[in-house]
């Protein structure tokens, strides 16, 4: 029997679905130190902890992936740049923006979905048109782009918002309960797709349907919200206060493309196996 035959059951997938045993309490742990000092939270420490984490680690990742591609150093580093620049130009942008309050409701325009959706409908279809970064995605392991969205888990802090009263609840539970099973199962999801059976090529497409699905309900709240079609006594849904509105302003949109990214991928691979 050959390695794409092997099911979800085999030795990686049994050790996929058991990280959850440790990535679970984890979690929980987190949710609870960020509820018993709000101040950490508000501080920005974690989220510029994170946010830098996750930058580098997309820059790492795409680079290896771009060392797999049958490129020359020069087309690496073209395509290299042509993604970082942009990425790294728009998180200082919304950066600064947050710091200084620009997202903070009150305006005629509700500039949190706008910041949340415009990169996507502008850097979504050039990313999946692109051909370089479809030579990347062909070269690059299948589950790194899962993995990569355990930073999904950090989303708990609207549940944490929610609990202290400053996020509407029927916002924060949707979209914290949401992001948190996201990232919980983007492990499990990634090793077992590690294992190239079928069964977990197909649970990372409903990994990634699940993903956005999230993204949606949580975006269409929001923008009920700060639209006033859905009354909860608050602005916006979250405040459009620095930290937590990078989550919607710039976590969100980069989330959104990498399951696009995800799915293009997972859509080759599952093609190239029927021809």
């Given at each position: 029997m050959s390695?794409?035959?092997?099911?979800?059951?085999?030795?990686?997938?049994?050790?996929?679905?058991?990280?959850?045993?440790?990535?679970?309490?984890?979690?929980?742990?987190?949710?609870?130190?960020?509820?018993?000092?709000?101040?950490?939270?508000?501080?920005?420490?974690?989220?510029?902890?994170?946010?830098v984490a996750i930058h580098v680690v997309i820059a790492l990742g795409l680079w290896l992936g771009l060392e797999r591609a049958e490129l020359t150093p020069s087309q690496r580093r073209n395509v290299w740049l042509a993604v970082m620049i942009p990425l790294t130009l728009w998180l200082a942008v919304v950066w600064s923006a947050a710091i200084n309050g620009f997202f903070k409701p009150g305006g005629a325009i509700p500039v949190v979905p706008i910041a949340a959706l415009g990169p996507v409908i502008i850097g979504a279809p050039i990313l999946l048109r692109s051909v370089r970064i479809g030579q990347v995605l062909d070269a690059m392991p299948a589950s790194w782009l899962v993995a990569l969205q355990v930073f999904r888990i950090l989303g708990s802090t609207f549940l944490v918002g929610w609990a202290h009263g400053v996020v509407p609840g029927v916002f924060a539970l949707p979209a914290g309960i949401g992001d948190l099973l996201t990232g919980?199962?983007?492990?499990?999801?990634?090793?077992?797709?590690?294992?190239?059976s079928q069964d977990a090529h197909r649970a990372a497409i409903a990994w990634n349907v699940f993903g956005l699905a999230d993204f949606a309900i949580a975006l269409s709240i929001g923008i009920a919200i700060s639209l006033h079609v859905i009354d909860t006594g608050f602005a916006s849904a979250t405040g459009g206060a620095y930290p937590v509105v990078l989550i919607p302003a710039f976590a969100v949109p980069s989330a959104i493309m990498l399951h696009a990214l995800s799915l293009r991928q997972l859509w080759r691979r599952g093609h190239a196996r029927r021809i």
């Open positions: 390695a794409g035959t092997l099911s979800v059951e085999s030795p990686s997938g049994r050790r996929g679905w058991h990280s959850l045993i440790w990535l679970a309490p984890l979690a929980a742990l987190w949710v609870a130190v960020n509820l018993a000092f709000p101040a950490l939270g508000a501080s920005g420490v974690p989220t510029v902890t994170s946010r919980l199962f983007a492990v499990p999801v990634s090793i077992s797709l590690a294992s190239g």
